[in-house]
Structure formats: structure tokens, C-alpha cells
């Protein structure tokens, strides 16, 4: 059933939760990358909160005005100003208070979700609030979701990455250096704003698929993965999309399979396998390719330790050094050097004596700093410097 799921066999409504979710997690996944890079990981999450009472009044109001107050686009309204109005108290918090910013995003945080919860409760002693199903709002529920509801999603998500590779250039700058960015002209606050502005626009779209306290992980958790898998900022950006339109759409497709199980937590619970997945897979940033390197570096210094006590007559006590040194050819199994070995050991030693020498020349400050034990001196000095080196140890007196 996964596969049809994933080949969208599944019915109309799976087909409609799908595709909507796959196009929220690439809108989320890239304009949360903007947030990451801007180390405002936790604003998203005071955003996600402050929709909570915009949802509930927007609701009190449609019923007030006659409406059975389940209208999709009034409550996304409502949310909208909701998170509006937290994002504003956070920024005012933090220029004319000496809170810094986490502490304004905490007090905010709590405040609207509180009385939010507060709204809700008093929604369900309604006739009206016992049906309308705004706890939903709090997981996400997508087992109702009609045509139009998916044309809001699909319609908000789509404006959210038009606007977010339109402006990611300045984005980038903003988010990598804001010091930078003012001294070229940028108007880093309104970017500044902007970048919130779509954050939240994404939080109140994705409102019907995740709700309000998972749609953080669709914001963070890709732009964190794709962050492992490269140090370009560019292609962050376009992962961070890949990775959270796979796990919002795989997501889906597992919940239309199990209807019983609520769809946000399934797709923030992908995009967690994807994160772990990645955590150790990466090539450069993952966990085993860490462990490859550190293995590397282990044998390299092995050898060249075993090399060194070649050259020198010591013995080699270490059975993993001789094995490697037997390994390459450097050695015979009773611990003697071979005709190479004896070649590659005086070099070591060579290289060493420089070393040595360049730790002791202040001139060469930068270049020492970059000793570990198993660096070529020719990597960090040119020709004429290592000549220069070779004349200092030749005129120091043994």
C-alpha cells in the first residue's frame, strides 16, 4: 500500500494531502534555511507558538458574525495576525528592552500559547467549539482537507519560494554578515522582516498539515541536514527544499496508509530519519566519514612514528605500527627496515629536523601552527623557505 501511496494510487484526498505536503516541505525547507544561517533557529518556533489565539479568536469571530467558524481561510487569517502581532512584540522586546532576543522569543512564546490554550477551552464549553476540531491546529489533520483548502496551501507555499530565491542573494549576505550587508547599501532590517515575513507565512499554511508545534522541524531539521551534505550556501538552500518536500511527501504518503496516524508527526518523523541518515553518511560532515578520517590520520601517524624510529635504530614496540610499515614494504616482520624503508625513514626524519627548526623561527609563526605530527613540510612552505630551513640546520652546530 507505501507504494501506492507513493505513486499517488491512493484516492483523491491522499493524492490532494500528498502533493500539498510535498510543496510545503520544499517552501519550508527553503525559507527556513534563511532562518538557520541567521542563528534565529528559535524565532520560528515563537511564530509557530503566536498562531495559537489568532486561530481561536478568528474562530469566536466567524461565529459571532454567523459562520459555523470551520472556514479555512478565515482562521489562516486569523493566524496570520496572530503571529504578526508575536513577531512585532519580539522585535519591540528586544530594541527598547534589555532583553536579548532569546529571552523576548521565550516570553512571547509562552504568552500567546497560553492564552491561546486558554481561548481554546473556552471554545469547547461552545455549542459550536465541541465540532470545530482547532485542536487539530495543534498536530495538524489532514483527513478532511478539501479542494480549496489545498489551493491556499499550494497557492501560499508557492508565493513563499518565488519570494525566497528571488531575495536569496541578499538573504545570504544578510545571514553570513548583516555588517557587511548594511556597509553595501542593504536595508538589512526590512530584509530582516521580510525573512520573518515568510517564515510566517509558511507557519500559518502549514498549520492544516503539521499544526502549530511541529511545523518548526519542517522550518529547521532540512536546512540543518542539508547543511551536513555541503559548505555552499547556494546549494543548502536548494537541499534544504529537496530534503523537506521528500520527507513532507513520504510523510503523506505513510499516513494515507495508516489514516489512524496523524500526518504532521509522520513527516516530522521522516525528516528525522533523513537527518539521521545524513548525520552519519554524510561525506564530509558525517559521522562515518569523521571516523574514516580519524582512522587515516591514526595510520599515517603510525607510520610515521615507525619511520622515525627507523631511522633512529629504535625498536618498534607497537605491533599496529609494524604491521603498517610491513603492510607498505617499509619493513621486515623482525622490525628491520628495507632498502625503501631506510629511503622513507631519513626523509621523515628530514622533515622532522625542519620542523623543528620552523617551531623555533618566529618568521615562520603561521606555517608552525599548522603542525599535527604527519603534515609535509613542502605543503605549508615553498622551495626557497625549505632551502632556507635546510642552511639553519646545516649551520647549527651539532
Same mark, same amino acid.
Given at each position: 500500500?507505501?507504494?501506492?501511496?507513493?505513486? #499517488?494510487?491512493?484516492?483523491?484526498?491522499?493524492?490532494?494531502?500528498?502533493?500539498?505536503?510535498?510543496?510545503?516541505?520544499?517552501?519550508?525547507?527553503?525559507?527556513?534555511?534563511?532562518?538557520?544561517?541567521?542563528?534565529?533557529?528559535?524565532?520560528? +518556533?515563537?511564530?509557530?507558538?503566536?498562531?495559537?489565539?489568532?486561530?481561536?479568536?478568528?474562530?469566536?469571530?466567524?461565529?459571532?458574525?454567523?459562520?459555523?467558524?470551520?472556514?479555512?481561510?478565515?482562521?489562516?487569517?486569523?493566524?496570520?495576525?496572530?503571529?504578526?502581532?508575536?513577531?512585532?512584540?519580539?522585535?519591540?522586546?528586544?530594541?527598547?528592552?534589555?532583553?536579548?532576543?532569546?529571552?523576548?522569543?521565550?516570553?512571547? #512564546?509562552?504568552?500567546?500559547?497560553?492564552?491561546?490554550?486558554?481561548?481554546?477551552?473556552?471554545?469547547?464549553?461552545?455549542?459550536?467549539?465541541?465540532q470545530a476540531g482547532l485542536e487539530?491546529?495543534?498536530?495538524?489533520?489532514?483527513?478532511?482537507?478539501?479542494?480549496? +483548502?489545498?489551493?491556499i496551501i499550494a497557492g501560499g507555499?508557492?508565493?513563499?519560494?518565488?519570494?525566497?530565491?528571488?531575495?536569496?542573494?541578499?538573504?545570504?549576505?544578510?545571514?553570513? +554578515?548583516?555588517?557587511?550587508?548594511?556597509?553595501?547599501?542593504?536595508?538589512?532590517?526590512?530584509?530582516?522582516?521580510?525573512?520573518?515575513?515568510?517564515?510566517?507565512?509558511?507557519?500559518?499554511?502549514?498549520?492544516?498539515?503539521?499544526?502549530?508545534?511541529?511545523?518548526?522541524?519542517?522550518? =529547521?531539521?532540512?536546512?540543518?541536514?542539508?547543511?551536513?551534505?555541503?559548505?555552499?550556501?547556494?546549494?543548502?538552500?536548494?537541499?534544504?527544499?529537496?530534503?523537506?518536500?521528500?520527507?513532507?511527501?513520504?510523510?503523506a504518503a505513510i499516513s494515507a496508509?495508516?489514516?489512524?496516524?496523524?500526518?504532521?508527526?509522520?513527516?516530522?518523523?521522516?525528516?528525522?530519519?533523513?537527518?539521521?541518515?545524513? #548525520?552519519?553518511?554524510?561525506?564530509?560532515?558525517?559521522?562515518?566519514?569523521?571516523?574514516?578520517?580519524?582512522?587515516?590520520?591514526?595510520?599515517?601517524?603510525?607510520?610515521?612514528?615507525?619511520?622515525?624510529?627507523?631511522?633512529?635504530?629504535?625498536?618498534?614496540?607497537?605491533?599496529?605500527?609494524?604491521?603498517?610499515?610491513?603492510?607498505?614494504?617499509?619493513?621486515?616482520?623482525?622490525?628491520?627496515?628495507?632498502?625503501?624503508?631506510?629511503?622513507?625513514?631519513?626523509?621523515?626524519?628530514?622533515?622532522?629536523?625542519?620542523?623543528?627548526?620552523?617551531?623555533?623561527?618566529?618568521?615562520?609563526?603561521?606555517?608552525?601552527?599548522?603542525?599535527?605530527?604527519?603534515?609535509?613540510?613542502?605543503?605549508?612552505?615553498?622551495?626557497?623557505?625549505?632551502?632556507? =630551513?635546510?642552511?639553519? =640546520?646545516?649551520?647549527?652546530?651539532?
Amino acid at each position: 500500500m507505501l507504494v501506492d501511496a507513493l505513486f #499517488l494510487q491512493m484516492g483523491y484526498n491522499a493524492t490532494l494531502v500528498t502533493l500539498g505536503a510535498g510543496l510545503l516541505g520544499f517552501a519550508a525547507g527553503i525559507s527556513g534555511t534563511f532562518l538557520f544561517l541567521r542563528n534565529r533557529a528559535l524565532l520560528s +518556533d515563537a511564530i509557530s507558538h503566536a498562531t495559537l489565539p489568532g486561530v481561536a479568536l478568528a474562530f469566536l469571530l466567524m461565529v459571532a458574525l454567523g459562520g459555523d467558524g470551520r472556514s479555512l481561510p478565515g482562521l489562516l487569517a486569523g493566524s496570520a495576525v496572530s503571529a504578526l502581532l508575536g513577531l512585532l512584540c519580539v522585535n519591540a522586546l528586544v530594541r527598547h528592552t534589555r532583553l536579548n532576543e532569546d529571552a523576548a522569543i521565550g516570553a512571547v #512564546l509562552s504568552v500567546f500559547f497560553g492564552f491561546g490554550v486558554v481561548l481554546l477551552t473556552v471554545i469547547q464549553t461552545l455549542p459550536q467549539g465541541r465540532q470545530a476540531g482547532l485542536e487539530s491546529f495543534l498536530l495538524g489533520s489532514t483527513a478532511a482537507m478539501l479542494w480549496a +483548502d489545498a489551493l491556499i496551501i499550494a497557492g501560499g507555499g508557492a508565493a513563499v519560494v518565488v519570494l525566497a530565491l528571488l531575495f536569496r542573494r541578499p538573504f545570504l549576505l544578510v545571514a553570513f +554578515d548583516a555588517a557587511y550587508a548594511r556597509a553595501r547599501g542593504l536595508p538589512v532590517a526590512r530584509l530582516d522582516l521580510l525573512m520573518m515575513g515568510l517564515v510566517m507565512a509558511i507557519t500559518v499554511v502549514g498549520l492544516k498539515i503539521v499544526g502549530l508545534i511541529l511545523v518548526v522541524a519542517l522550518l =529547521i531539521v532540512p536546512p540543518v541536514t542539508a547543511r551536513l551534505w555541503t559548505d555552499v550556501a547556494a546549494r543548502v538552500v536548494w537541499l534544504s527544499g529537496i530534503f523537506g518536500a521528500s520527507a513532507a511527501y513520504v510523510g503523506a504518503a505513510i499516513s494515507a496508509t495508516a489514516p489512524d496516524l496523524p500526518t504532521g508527526p509522520i513527516i516530522v518523523l521522516v525528516s528525522f530519519v533523513v537527518f539521521v541518515v545524513s #548525520l552519519l553518511l554524510a561525506p564530509s560532515r558525517g559521522v562515518l566519514a569523521a571516523w574514516l578520517r580519524y582512522r587515516r590520520f591514526q595510520k599515517r601517524i603510525h607510520i610515521r612514528q615507525g619511520l622515525l624510529a627507523l631511522a633512529q635504530g629504535h625498536p618498534i614496540y607497537e605491533r599496529l605500527t609494524l604491521r603498517l610499515l610491513v603492510a607498505a614494504g617499509w619493513a621486515r616482520g623482525d622490525g628491520v627496515a628495507t632498502d625503501d624503508g631506510m629511503g622513507y625513514a631519513a626523509r621523515a626524519l628530514r622533515d622532522e629536523a625542519r620542523w623543528t627548526a620552523l617551531r623555533t623561527d618566529n618568521r615562520f609563526e603561521a606555517a608552525a601552527a599548522m603542525y599535527d605530527g604527519v603534515r609535509d613540510i613542502d605543503t605549508v612552505l615553498t622551495s626557497d623557505q625549505i632551502a632556507e =630551513i635546510d642552511r639553519r =640546520i646545516a649551520e647549527t652546530p651539532a
